[in-house]
């Protein structure tokens, strides 16, 4: 068989491979999910850290098989090319991730709505009082709703603010790609050792931007540029912010190709 192109039928085989052999693990995932958002459906901040954490690990822990010498053997021995492994392996980190994330979403809240409801409509009785911690209420999509934040105006969101779920698709595909190479090159404790490196990145770019607006700016005795300077070169910074950003998941997911066939070799 020639494994040199790229082939759909081997795609669609490929996936296949993937749940067979791990759906107990995914269905004890996605269960365990489910079951954290009956208890965090209604606080929106725990709900996006949740998503955004909980994706990380699920990238930075897809490749494991493969830092394991006989696992590892029977993966690289598969016929199909690194260029379908890693597609199938992006598309489960992201889009299939994000589906099931907002379809145990919904599982969650309804059936944490639901047992809130039946407890409120029983009665607890301690020490000759009936006592009842739980109240009747309607379901609430706190998910799909307007957040307070980014100042975004009100007639740009609208739809039941579906927005804010593409938002935060778009912060997930910008830090996912980052643990999802940090899956394949690190050996052990993978996701650990990839937050290291983005926090000292970070730290280093933030000395670099300091060093640089210190040159630019001087110190406080000299006089402080001119507002069009200051305006041009914020105008600049926002531009390279966002080219940097737009290219990083491309660039990333380059990189897992050509580490996960140096791993091959």
Not at 11 to 21: A, H, S
Not at 35 to 64: C, D, E, Q, W
Not at 106 to 113: D, I, P, Q, R
């Amino acid at each position: 068989m020639k494994t040199n192109l790229f082939n759909f039928k081997r795609v669609g085989l490929l996936f296949q491979r993937y749940f067979i052999e791990r759906f107990r693990s995914e269905l004890i995932y996605w269960g365990i999910m489910a079951i954290t958002f009956i208890f965090v459906r209604n606080s929106i901040p725990v709900m996006f850290g949740l998503i955004i954490v909980a994706g990380l690990f699920y990238a930075s822990r897809f490749f494991k098989e493969i830092h394991h010498s006989g696992n590892g053997v029977a993966y690289f021995m598969i016929p199909a090319t690194q260029l379908e492994k890693l597609t199938v392996a992006i598309v489960m980190t992201t889009f299939y991730y994000f589906a099931m994330i907002i379809m145990v979403y919904v599982a969650g809240n309804l059936a944490g709505t639901f047992l809130s409801n039946m407890l409120a409509s029983m009665d607890f009785l301690w020490d000759g009082f009936h006592i009842n911690f739980f109240h009747h209420s309607s379901i609430q999509w706190k998910l799909f709703e307007k957040v307070p934040v980014f100042n975004i105006p009100e007639e740009i969101l609208g739809y039941r603010n579906i927005l804010w779920i593409v938002l935060l698709f778009i912060a997930f595909l910008i830090s996912q790609p980052l643990f999802f190479f940090g899956g394949i090159y690190f050996k052990k404790n993978q996701a650990f050792k990839t937050f290291i490196a983005v926090i000292a990145f970070y730290l280093l770019l933030a000395i670099l931007i300091w060093i640089e607006v210190k040159l630019i700016l001087g110190d406080f005795s000299t006089p402080p540029p001119s507002e069009k300077y200051l305006e041009l070169w914020g105008r600049i910074v926002v531009k390279t912010v966002k080219i940097f950003y737009s290219l990083l998941p491309l660039y990333f997911w380059i990189v897992s190709y050509f580490r996960l066939t140096e791993k091959q070799v």
